[in-house]
């Protein structure tokens, strides 16, 4: 190959060639070269081969030449990635360097020939994934400990097993549909309404409203109001204004000057209230952690007429508005506190279940087949489902993702034999159920009451 038609193929390729002749001591620098490096194309001197090295990051500088010289002298071919500061803009950029050393008759170095190419492109991407791995590992240890200490304190103040399992699952959907709302927001914030909206939405339909001005809140603050939220729902559902068909909660907000923003919790129209006898890790949980972590304070009244919190935020709790904004319609997602109740005996349906974690397979084949359902599978693979729709089956669960794969095909197939499923999904869709269906959705984490109960629905309104 000429030397016009190399230094076309290294052009196409984003490469430059350079050379260092040693006997005349002289740096040659392709135009491709040169437009990578800012470095003039020609010749130049070579400076006993350490031209190049001056424009050399200072932190790299040393790597560099140790690497050079000790590969030049056994006559050995490398490749190097280092920081340069262009001679002609100043600009920082990475540079990758392959060098093959020439040697003369008698053995001694007599010049190299190298290309090289920009990879500053590939190093800031590099360095974004490393900084997004790094961010992701401190918010999966973040909930993970959040998730710890939530289990810790339900069990120190629950008396039964089942009450834990209710309030613990309870506690963990209030922080999922947070973390599903900051998701879809890139974690740049979650707004108030959106948050009331997945934590009251489909919990009591016409007994409850929210009003306010669009606020955004922290990924901290989100999770705190969540539970909030989460914890005096269940409360209503159980003992409050949600406990009976003439209730209601009002929920309202507002900015104040500070920045931050006042939200007032309401009840009415329920039974008599009085004070808890017991304190509970509900209202130590709202008196004490929501304050702290809305950089404010909270405060929990029992009026006769029905329970009232006051929750006061700072200014560090509220974030700028995210540019990626979820638009959040409740759907038939089935909440924790509302799928609490027994569900009609399953005896002698066939249900399918598609899950592709094992753990979480087990646990729905139990719990369905102790309702007395014949649970048909599990199939943890989209092939595995296939080949089980042959068989006789009343209802369905389906995960929406397999290991990478979609469960359409299956929820297809099940929607032409008019055969009803629900989706237990981790995917968060604030538009309804995946894929466009007419079906309830149950987000992890859940119970398998709440499967069970969303499955006797299915089959008694079908």
Not at 251 to 270: I, M, Q
Not at 281 to 291: A, D, I, R, Y
Not at 371 to 394: F, H, K, Q, S, T
Request: hydrophobic residues 45%.
């Amino acid at each position: 190959m000429d030397e016009k038609r190399l230094e076309l193929a290294l052009e196409a390729a984003g490469m430059g060639q350079f050379e260092w002749d040693a006997t005349k001591d002289l740096l040659i620098i392709s135009p491709c070269a040169a437009d990578l490096t800012g470095m003039p194309a020609g010749e130049s001197p070579a400076r006993g081969g350490e031209a190049w090295q001056r424009y050399v990051h200072p932190d790299d500088r040393p790597r560099v030449a140790d690497i050079r010289a000790n590969h030049l002298r056994r006559g050995e071919s490398f490749q190097i990635d280092f920081r340069q500061t262009r001679a002609d803009d100043g600009r920082l950029v990475w540079l990758r360097v392959a060098v093959a050393p020439r040697l003369g008759p008698d053995g001694t170095l007599a010049g190299v020939t190298g290309v090289v190419s920009d990879i500053t492109s590939q190093k800031l991407e590099e360095e974004q994934r490393q900084t997004l791995m790094a961010e992701l590992d401190h918010r999966v240890k973040n909930m993970l400990a959040a998730v710890q200490a939530l289990a810790y304190q339900t069990a120190k103040r629950t008396t039964s097993l089942d009450g834990f399992l209710q309030n613990y699952s309870g506690r963990l959907k209030a922080l999922a549909s947070a973390n599903e709302l900051l998701t879809a927001a890139r974690w740049r914030g979650a707004a108030i309404d959106h948050i009331a909206a997945a934590e009251l939405g489909a919990l009591a339909p016409g007994q409850t409203s929210w009003e306010g001005p669009e606020l955004f809140l922290t990924p901290r603050a989100a999770n705190a109001l969540s539970l909030a939220l989460h914890e005096l729902a269940t409360n209503a559902v159980k003992f409050g204004a949600l406990s009976v068909e003439t209730g209601h909660v009002e929920l309202r907000w507002k900015r104040r000057p500070d920045g931050g923003f006042e939200l007032s919790w309401t009840e009415s129209g329920g039974p008599t209230v009085s004070p808890p006898v017991r304190r509970g890790f509900g209202s130590t949980l709202l008196e004490q952690v929501t304050g702290r972590e809305l950089n404010g304070e909270a405060a929990i009244e029992y009026r006769p007429s029905g329970v009232r919190a006051r929750l006061i935020a700072g200014a560090a709790a509220v974030a700028p508005r995210p540019e990626s904004v979820p638009e959040v319609t409740p759907s038939r997602v089935v909440e924790t506190v509302a799928a609490a109740r027994a569900p009609r005996s399953l005896k002698g349906s066939r249900v399918l279940i598609v899950e592709d974690a094992v753990l979480l397979a087990l646990e729905l084949e139990t719990g369905l087949s102790d309702a007395g359902a014949e649970v048909v599978g599990p199939a943890y693979e989209l092939e595995e489902a296939m080949a089980l729709l042959d068989r006789p089956i009343d209802a369905a669960v389906l995960d929406a993702n397999l290991n990478g794969r979609s469960v359409m095909p299956v929820a297809e197939a099940l929607a032409r034999r008019n055969v009803p499923f629900v989706f237990a999904t981790g995917y968060g869709e604030t538009g309804g159920a995946p894929g466009g269906f007419e079906a309830p959705v149950i987000r992890k984490p859940y119970d398998v009451t709440q499967v069970a109960v969303a499955v006797a629905d299915l089959l008694g309104a079908h």
